[in-house]
């Protein structure tokens, strides 16, 4: 029995020595992968539930590895948030995103919207807003094309904090979504002194209904919510017609999920957004 004991404590130290290991690993290639310019962006339609036309995108980060191959964000934002990279990267994407949405309406065509995730700590570098406001201009986009999503879970981490820094994108005239709204037990209150424009229904409460009554009834309400406090609202993680029907009936007329598309490459989107103007 001693012995199993020693082989388990050893095994353990084995797999804590092993992912300590490979975190140190995708660190370091991480670093080496900003210098090297291996992060892609790929972007998801947002569309008008009836008629399909194109109403935005959200810009997703991929990361292109020459050995590893296509990384997805799930494996490596929580590394670049505990890390501080997530500040570097987010700007990276910024950059590429909004390039490419200025390439898109130089060739006479009409992205309309961009939407990028950020994470609050970039709202607390002090350079930050300088940074977008020029990358702006640069690029010749305006702010009322961007839109910047922050998770509900962020935001409510400290409210009175949140409020003044979106009140500063506020008055660079770039809109705000609450993402993965739902999850992350939002106070009225706030809700109401927030300066945002937009939610975006959790995909979790979208992937069954109208089958499950009591997500049914969670997103009929989030939908009234955002009718009495005038904001916007968006449903992500579409996957079924019938859950568009259900979003469409119940005037949520924006959507983003699977059932019209994937996250895509340039390439792909510029056919997306031919086919959907
Ligand atoms: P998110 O912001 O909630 O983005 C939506 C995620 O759901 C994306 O995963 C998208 O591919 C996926 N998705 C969209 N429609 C459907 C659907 O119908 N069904 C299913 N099953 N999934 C769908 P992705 O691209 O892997 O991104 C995962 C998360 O990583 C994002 O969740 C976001 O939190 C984060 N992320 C991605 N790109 C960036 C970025 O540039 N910066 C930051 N800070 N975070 C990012
Ligand atoms: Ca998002
Ligand atoms: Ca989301
Ligand atoms: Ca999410």
């Keep these: 029995a001693k012995q199993n004991t020693r082989d388990r404590y050893s095994f353990y130290d084995e797999e ?20 090297k310019d291996e992060f892609v962006v790929y972007f998801q339609p947002q569309v008008h539930a009836k008629t399909k036309i194109l109403t935005g995108m959200e810009a997703l980060v991929r990361w292109q590895h020459p050995d590893m191959g296509f990384i997805y964000p799930d494996r490596f934002i929580p590394l670049a948030e505990s890390t501080g990279m997530i500040i570097k990267l ?16 130089k060739s006479g065509l009409e992205p309309k919207k961009v939407s990028i995730n950020l994470t609050m700590t970039q709202l607390a ?5 300088k940074f977008i406001k020029e990358l702006l201009e640069y690029e010749n ?13 962020e935001i409510m981490g400290n409210p009175d904090a949140s409020i003044k820094a ?4 506020n008055e660079l005239g770039i809109s705000v979504a609450i993402d993965d709204f739902g999850t ?39 939908i009234n919510l955002c009718e009495n406090l005038e904001l ?21 007329e924006d959507i983003q999920g699977f059932l019209f598309s994937h996250p895509i490459n340039v390439k792909d989107m510029e056919e997306f957004i031919k086919k959907h103007t």
């Design 141 to 153: 986009v305006s702010a009322s094309e961007v839109e910047f999503e922050i998770t509900e879970r």
């Design 184 to 222: 992350g037990y939002s106070s009225l209150t706030y809700l109401k002194r927030l300066p945002i424009n937009k939610l975006k229904i959790d995909k979790s409460f979208i992937d069954n209904i109208p089958k499950d009554l009591s997500d049914s009834a969670i997103v009929k309400t989030i």
């Design 16 to 35: 804590m020595t092993k992912k300590a290991y490979e975190r140190i690993f995708l660190e370091t290639e991480m670093r080496k992968a900003f210098e």
């Design 90 to 105: 987010d700007r990276i994407v910024m950059k590429k995103a909004i390039s490419q949405f200025s390439r898109w309406k």
């Design 166 to 169: 979106l009140e500063k994108l």
């Design 232 to 252: 916007q609202v968006i449903a992500e993680g579409v996957e079924e017609e019938n859950q568009n029907d259900f979003l469409f009936e119940n005037n949520c």
């Design 125 to 129: 570098e002090g350079d930050f807003y």
